[in-house]
């Protein structure tokens, strides 16, 4: 009798055990899995966006880069479908940050109509163009 409550006792901690986790899981995965507004979305979406934690995709304007040397102040602004969106970052730009290349940014659009990035990951452009390499020698004239 004594045996049979502690096998009980031991699988309704298993139990318990099992669906903490699985419920843990699920929240991470929940929170983790993340959402990008085009910036047509995002200026659709008008004052009820304002100031709340979002992504934004698109590619950086050509000629809208302002950044000086040494800070860590960077402007420029996301377009995608002739849509402008300006936006202001302060942190480390990734080397691959350029004119023309996908972006995401994560931060929020304040009421002036700026999006205040927090954090700027450079998309991988979905073509590489190869460099052109010096030919191979063997050493053998």
């Keep these: 009798m004594c045996g049979l409550a502690v096998k009980k006792k031991l699988i309704i901690g298993g139990l318990i ?8 899981g699920f929240m991470g995965f929940r929170s983790s899995a993340s ?3 085009s910036v047509n979305q995002l200026l659709d979406k008008g004052s009820s966006i304002y100031n709340k934690t979002v992504r934004l995709n698109g590619d950086v304007a050509p000629g809208s880069i302002e950044q000086k040397a040494g800070d860590l102040n ?3 602004a ?3 479908g002739g849509k402008t969106l300006p936006v202001v970052y302060r942190g480390a730009v990734p080397d691959t940050f350029q004119e023309g290349n996908p972006v995401v940014v994560e931060g929020s659009l304040d009421a002036a109509g700026v999006f ?6 450079v998309k991988c452009p979905s073509k590489y163009e190869p460099t052109v390499a010096a030919p191979v020698t063997n050493g053998i004239n």
């Design 17 to 24: 055990l099992v669906l903490a986790v699985g419920y843990l």
């Design 35 to 37: 959402y990008y507004y």
């Design 74 to 76: 960077l402007k420029f």
């Design 78 to 80: 996301v377009s995608e």
């Design 116 to 121: 205040q990035a927090k954090s700027l990951m």
